[in-house]
């Protein structure tokens, strides 16, 4: 769980959201040839593209099914153009896991530059939404779901390259169990107040899980960070869950 960029405004109008969309749909079809580029010269077979490309079309439904409600400015804006690069990264980091194809030595290197500039990118998003004014709740919670696709994309990779056990899967799930538990117990679905802990718990298990990939990080050093990580996130997730226990 990450902390909102920018606190939340009100809903969008129809033809506000109308020209939101559009400049979704004017962002994401670039970043899908680029994607097709990428996936080309990285990826030994079709597979890991065509799963990256299939990931990174429902990551555009779901994103333009929530514009009407929460995207008020009435375009879609350079800050959710670049998560919009972020969703693209991540759905290629997990083609290539879902796809089992485990890489070498070389792609190694490959993914761990990959990831580490996406997680140079979260740091950007944020600041441009404040400066340029278009903050919404949309962008929000766009950055926060590409982080969460992210750290499971990556927590993937790193259990195909025996870098931990199987246990290290959690810290990708992590955020979908608690969304999980919000279903089961609607109280645990109410809004969080911003947290800075949030935001710095979730950049050092992105950075440890792209640590992790480096092929000079092996066990038992891969496993104690990835332990570390995973220690650090749990606690982070029973502080928010204490306290929506406790409303």
């Not at 099914?65 to 997990?94: E, K, W, Y």
């Not at 919000?182 to 107040?193: K, M």
């Not at 995973?230 to 409303?247: I, N, Q, T, V």
Request: with cysteine; hydrophobic share 60%; aromatic share 8%.
């Amino acid at each position: 769980m990450t902390q909102p960029r920018a606190a939340l405004v009100p809903a969008s109008t129809s033809a506000s959201a109308w020209s939101a969309r559009r400049g979704l749909w004017a962002a994401a079809l670039p970043i899908a040839a680029v994607m097709i580029l990428s996936a080309s010269t990285a990826f030994e077979s079709a597979a890991p593209a065509c799963i990256a490309l299939g990931i990174f079309a429902v990551i555009i439904a779901v994103a333009q099914g929530r514009l009407d409600a929460f995207h008020p400015p009435d375009r879609f804006g350079g800050a959710n153009v670049i998560t919009l690069f972020r969703a693209a990264g991540a759905a290629l980091l997990g083609g290539a896991a879902l796809a089992g194809q485990v890489p070498g030595p070389a792609a190694s290197w490959g993914f761990a530059l990959a990831s580490a500039a996406l997680l140079a990118l979260d740091g950007i998003d944020g600041w441009l939404a404040r400066r340029s004014g278009l903050a919404s709740a949309f962008g929000a919670r766009f950055d926060m779901e590409v982080d969460a696709l992210t750290g499971l994309a990556l927590a993937l990779l790193v259990w195909q390259m025996d870098k931990a056990g199987p246990w290290v899967l959690a810290l990708g799930f992590m955020r979908y169990a608690f969304l999980g538990l919000g279903w089961v117990r609607p109280a645990f679905a109410a809004p969080l107040a911003p947290s800075w802990r949030r935001k710095a718990v979730c950049v050092a298990q992105l950075a440890a899980l792209t640590l992790l990939l480096a092929p000079p990080i092996a066990p038992p050093l891969s496993s104690a960070i990835a332990a570390a990580a995973l220690g650090l996130l749990s606690w982070s997730f029973a502080r928010d869950l204490r306290r929506l226990a406790r409303r």
